[in-house]
C-alpha cells in the first residue's frame, strides 16, 4: 500500500497533533516542521504510508528533544485502566469469550488523540458488540486460534487500547493458548512499549517482547532479529490496528487483523466505509 | 498574519484539490507533491499562509504545465449566471439595494471547490439576507461609500463569486459612485482574471484592471506597479475574500473586507465560529 496524495493532509494532521502535545514555542514549532517537509520529500512515497511517517515522528521527537505523547499515552492507560473489570468480566462471563474479547479488542482501536473519554468508551464498545463489524472473520479466527501450530504472536497497537488487548490475550490463555506479545521497541506515536504493558498488567500474563524498532505498524526489515525469529515461529499472528495492516497485509503469514479504518485512504482500499471495524484474515494466508 | 502549524494540512489540502482537477498520471502527481513539499520549506513562515500558497500554486502549475482550475471556473461563471437575472432584480427591487447586494456579495464568497451547487447558492443566499453576519460594519460601510474621495476599488476573488459582485457593483453605479475592479494577473486557484470578469459582464459596465500578479490574496510587492497607483490613489477598497483579507488586513487603508471566514486559523485570529459571515472595517484605517 503506497502513499496516496490524500495522504499529505494527514501527515502534517499529525505533525500539528504532535506539536499541540510538544511544545507551544513557536519557533521550534517551526523548525519541527521544515524537518518533517525535509522528511516527506526524501520519503519513497512508493512505499507505505507507514514508512513515511516513521521517519516523520522520529524527526518529530529529534528536534523537540523528547516524546510529545509520553504523558497522552499514560492517561490512556490509566483511563482504559477503569473499564478493565468490567469489560474483563463481561467477556469472561459472556456465552463465547473469544467473541466478546475479540470485539472489544477491535473496539479498543478507537482510542486516539481526542476521541478518547469514557464515554466514546462505552459508545464504541456498544457499537463493536452490536456486531456492526464489516468484515467478520470471525469463524475463521476462532478455527485459527484453536489449529494454530505453535505461539500466538499478538501485534498490539496503542497504549490505552493495550488494556482491551489484555482481555483477548487472557481468552486466549484460558483456551490453553500461549501468546507473546510484542509492542515498540521506543516511542513513536500513541504506540504501546514495554513500559504501556507493563501499565497493562500484561508483563505479569505473558511474554513480552519488544520489536526493536520505532516505526509506524510493523515494518519487518527495520525491526530486530530477535523480533523476526519470534514472527516467523509463531503459528498465527493476531494483528492490531491499521499501521500493522498497511505494513504487513501483503505477508504470506497466517495473521488476523484486528482494526478500525481510520482514514479515507484505507477505507477506499477496503472497500468500506471510514470508521469501520474489522476482523479479517490475511489475503496471501 | 503568519502561517499556523494548522495551516499545513490545508495547504496539502489545496494541492490535493488541485491534482484531482490536473491530472490522473501518478507519477506526475508524485512530482506535483515532492515540487509543492520543497516550495513550503523554502517559504518564509512568518509571512501570510496566502504568501507560501502563492509559490506553491506557481509551482503546482508549472510542474503540471497548465492551470488544474480553468474548466472548473467556467463551470462556476455558468452556474451563477443562471442565478444572476433574479438575485439582480431581487436586490434592485429591496428596501436598501446597496445592503442586500453587499449580502450577497458575502454569500457568493461561498463559492469553492466542491461546495457550489445551486442548492448551496439558494441556502446560502438565504442565510446571508436573514442577517446572520457575525461581524457587520454595513453602517459604516454605507456612509464610506457615499463619502468615498475618489474611485471605489473592488477586489475581486472567485470565479463565479464575481457574479455576486456585479450585482453590488451594480447597485454602487446607481448611487453614482465611479468602481474599478481588479482581477488576478494571471491564473491562480479558482480566483477571477480578466476571463472571468468579461464572463460575468463586469468588463461592459466598469473599468477592470488586473493586479499584474498571480498572488493568492492582494500581496502588494508582487503587484504591478499600475495596479499599485490604482490601489493608492482608491478613496475607497472593498476587498472581497479570505485571502484579500489575510494579506491587506493590516493596511493603513480605507477597506472593508467582505468574505466567510473558511478555515479555522483565520476564525480564531477573528474570535468567531468558522463560517462566519463579515463585513468587516480596516483597523488601521
Given at each position: 500500500m503506497k502513499v496516496h496524495p490524500?495522504c499529505l493532509?494527514?501527515f502534517?494532521?499529525?505533525?500539528?497533533?504532535?506539536?499541540?502535545?510538544?511544545?507551544?514555542?513557536?519557533?521550534?514549532?517551526?523548525?519541527?516542521?521544515?524537518?518533517?517537509?525535509?522528511?516527506?520529500?526524501?520519503a519513497d512515497l512508493s512505499k507505505s504510508p507507514?514508512h513515511a511517517?516513521?521517519?516523520?515522528?522520529?524527526?518529530?521527537?529529534?528536534?523537540?528533544?523528547?516524546?510529545?505523547?509520553?504523558?497522552?499515552?499514560?492517561?490512556?492507560?490509566?483511563?482504559?485502566?477503569?473499564?478493565?473489570?468490567?469489560?474483563?468480566?463481561?467477556?469472561?462471563?459472556?456465552?463465547?469469550?473469544?467473541?466478546?474479547?475479540?470485539?472489544?479488542?477491535?473496539?479498543?482501536?478507537?482510542?486516539?488523540?481526542?476521541?478518547?473519554?469514557?464515554?466514546?468508551?462505552?459508545?464504541?464498545?456498544?457499537?463493536?458488540?452490536?456486531?456492526?463489524?464489516?468484515?467478520?472473520?470471525?469463524?475463521?479466527?476462532?478455527?485459527?486460534?484453536?489449529?494454530?501450530?505453535?505461539?500466538?504472536?499478538?501485534?498490539?497497537?496503542?497504549?490505552?487500547?493495550?488494556?482491551?488487548?489484555?482481555?483477548?490475550?487472557?481468552?486466549?490463555?484460558?483456551?490453553?493458548?500461549?501468546?507473546?506479545?510484542?509492542?515498540?521497541?521506543?516511542?513513536?506515536?500513541?504506540?504501546?512499549?514495554?513500559?504501556?504493558?507493563?501499565?497493562?498488567?500484561?508483563?505479569?500474563?505473558?511474554?513480552?517482547?519488544?520489536?526493536?524498532?520505532?516505526?509506524?505498524?510493523?515494518?519487518?526489515?527495520?525491526?530486530?532479529?530477535?523480533?523476526?525469529?519470534?514472527?516467523?515461529?509463531?503459528?498465527?499472528?493476531?494483528?492490531?490496528?491499521?499501521?500493522?495492516?498497511?505494513?504487513?497485509?501483503?505477508?504470506?503469514?497466517?495473521?488476523?487483523?484486528?482494526?478500525?479504518?481510520?482514514?479515507?485512504v484505507?477505507?477506499?482500499?477496503?472497500?468500506?466505509?471510514?470508521?469501520?471495524?474489522?476482523?479479517?484474515?490475511?489475503?496471501?494466508?
Open positions: 490524500d493532509p494527514c502534517f494532521k499529525q505533525t500539528v497533533i504532535a506539536l499541540k502535545q510538544g511544545t507551544k514555542d513557536g519557533r521550534l514549532q517551526e523548525k519541527v516542521i521544515k524537518g518533517v517537509l525535509e522528511e516527506i520529500e526524501r507507514a511517517t516513521t521517519f516523520m515522528h522520529r524527526r518529530i521527537r529529534q528536534v523537540l528533544g523528547r516524546d510529545p505523547f509520553k504523558k497522552v499515552k499514560s492517561d490512556y492507560n490509566r483511563i482504559a485502566m477503569k473499564s478493565y473489570p468490567r469489560l474483563s468480566r463481561f467477556a469472561a462471563g459472556s456465552r463465547d469469550p473469544l467473541f466478546t474479547a475479540a470485539r472489544l479488542a477491535i473496539a479498543g482501536n478507537i482510542i486516539d488523540f481526542g476521541i478518547f473519554t469514557s464515554i466514546d468508551i462505552d459508545a464504541t464498545v456498544e457499537r463493536a458488540l452490536q456486531g456492526a463489524i464489516a468484515c467478520d472473520d470471525y469463524a475463521d479466527f476462532k478455527r485459527a486460534v484453536r489449529g494454530a501450530r505453535g505461539d500466538i504472536l499478538y501485534l498490539a497497537d496503542n497504549a490505552g487500547e493495550i488494556v482491551f488487548d489484555r482481555i483477548l490475550i487472557e481468552s486466549l490463555g484460558n483456551m490453553g493458548r500461549k501468546v507473546i506479545v510484542a509492542v515498540k521497541g521506543g516511542p513513536v506515536l500513541n504506540d504501546a512499549t514495554l513500559e504501556d504493558a507493563a501499565s497493562a498488567g500484561i508483563t505479569e500474563i505473558c511474554r513480552v517482547v519488544d520489536n526493536g524498532s520505532d516505526c509506524v505498524g510493523t515494518i519487518l526489515p527495520m525491526t530486530s532479529a530477535g523480533f523476526r525469529k519470534v514472527y516467523r515461529d509463531a503459528g498465527l499472528v493476531i494483528s492490531k490496528g491499521q499501521g500493522n495492516f498497511e505494513t504487513l497485509l501483503e505477508e504470506k503469514k497466517h495473521i488476523f487483523f484486528l482494526f478500525q479504518s481510520k482514514c479515507e484505507v477505507s477506499r482500499e477496503l472497500g468500506l466505509p471510514l470508521k469501520s471495524m474489522l476482523l479479517k484474515r490475511a489475503e496471501n494466508w
